[in-house]
Nanobody, 126 residues
Framework: QVQLVESGGGSVQPGGSLRLSCRVSGFSMSRDCFGWFRQAPGKERELVATIYTGDGVTDYVDSVQGRFTLSQDNSKNTVYMQMNTLKLEDTAMYFC???????????????????WGQGTQVTVSS
């Protein structure tokens, strides 16, 4: 059974940093596409970053480019998202999701992903 568990969310001031983790079970990361989505109250779920674990290639939306960085640790079956220089508008519930096909870009929609985590809250406030 595929399971994804996010952790690392919390409350920080603007300019602060957090590192989110997405630990997977039920399969071994090899050639999969992981996406980090976020959803703020009253807004649609937005894909902000992807990583293809076959080669580590990442993709980011403009609003997080240069501030967020995805990485993977296959030995721990975990994908990470380092979030730096956080802004008020980064406040949202963050979800990790995986799809088991090669196409891996931030142009994908939620329906393209096969499994989801339960989410972790990130709150940026002064």
């Amino acid at each position: 059974q595929v399971q994804l568990v996010e952790s690392g969310g919390g409350s920080v001031q603007p300019g602060g940093s957090l590192r989110l983790s997405c630990r997977v079970s039920g399969f071994s990361m090899s050639r999969d596409c992981f996406g980090w989505f976020r959803q703020a109250p009253g807004k649609e779920r937005e894909l902000v970053a992807t990583i293809y674990t076959g080669d580590g290639v990442t993709d980011y939306v403009d609003s997080v480019q240069g501030r967020f960085t995805l990485s993977q640790d296959n030995s721990k079956n975990t994908v990470y998202m380092q979030m730096n220089t956080l802004k008020l508008e980064d406040t949202a519930m963050y979800f990790c999701a995986v799809k088991f096909t090669r196409t891996c870009t931030v142009l994908l929609g939620p329906a393209a992903f096969n499994a989801w985590g339960q989410g972790t809250q990130v709150t940026v406030s002064s």
